[in-house]
């Protein structure tokens, strides 16, 4: 089949070269009526590259809308994945919901799932129904799932803040609490129930990164009350520190 070097195989159109660079066959919106045509083709490969190359920035057109709802009934669940995230990019269309939320809570793959879930999470902010959804995966027995969620739960506002207090008390040992830590970080003031729970962690850590960015955080979520905790007064500090030693 020869090398690929490009977002569809470099023997379509009867290439045959060493190389092929993405830009010169199908990164032109000339190229996607064809596109959209091969996105039926009978191999997986195929129908996988050509999805790929559709929900590129380059190629993104309403018009590819119809060919990637058809993939929405895809035999392979890959397929049905990708077709749902790009409907979504393309042209903010929720079709694809049902399948995500089928493949997140009926498949036994890691990979559909997690690929599922983080699809998932691009509706998050526009979504809020999805909720529910994040709040279960975020106590999945799974790390790697929990992480995802936990990642995402920011987007759904003030309201994800309980959860990522949580999650910040019951996962010190499986290192997910750092993505806990970042997202209310994210949230900044709305986070200000999670002062408690920050100010314990900060009592208890002597790791001079961890101490840091719960520092950082606190400040984040109260400039006021944190002033003392603000990035720019200690690095003036230490240029401080730095001078002393100098003289």
């Avoid at 490009?6 to 660079?21: D, F, Q, S, Y």
């Amino acid at each position: 089949t020869g090398v690929q070097t490009c977002a569809l195989p470099i023997w379509w159109l009867g290439v045959e070269r060493e190389k092929v660079r993405e830009a010169d066959l199908f990164q032109e919106k000339a190229m996607l009526p064809l596109l959209i045509e091969m996105s039926s083709d009978p191999d997986i490969k195929v129908r996988r590259q050509v999805l790929w190359a559709i929900g590129s920035p380059e190629n993104s057109d309403p018009s590819s809308l119809p060919a990637l709802r058809a993939r929405l009934q895809d035999e392979e669940i890959e397929i049905q994945i990708l077709a749902a995230e790009y409907l979504w990019k393309i042209g903010a269309d929720k079709e694809g919901l049902p399948v995500l939320l089928r493949t997140l809570n009926e498949s036994n793959s890691w990979v559909h799932r997690s690929n599922a879930l983080l699809t998932l999470s691009d509706f998050a902010e526009k979504s809020p129904e999805l909720f529910e959804v994040f709040a279960a995966m975020a106590v999945e027995r799974d790390d790697g799932i929990r992480r995802y969620a936990i990642e995402a739960l920011p987007r759904f506002g003030a309201r994800s803040v309980p959860l990522l207090v949580n999650a910040l008390k019951q996962e010190k040992e499986s290192g997910v609490w750092l993505y806990a830590l970042l997202g209310l970080h994210k949230l900044g003031p709305a986070a200000k129930e999670a002062v408690p729970a920050i100010e314990w962690f900060l009592e208890n850590s002597t790791d001079a990164l961890i101490r840091g960015a719960l520092e950082e955080t606190l400040f984040t979520i109260d400039p006021t009350q944190f002033a003392h905790f603000d990035p720019r007064t200690k690095m003036s500090e230490l240029r401080g520190i730095d001078r002393e030693q100098r003289f």
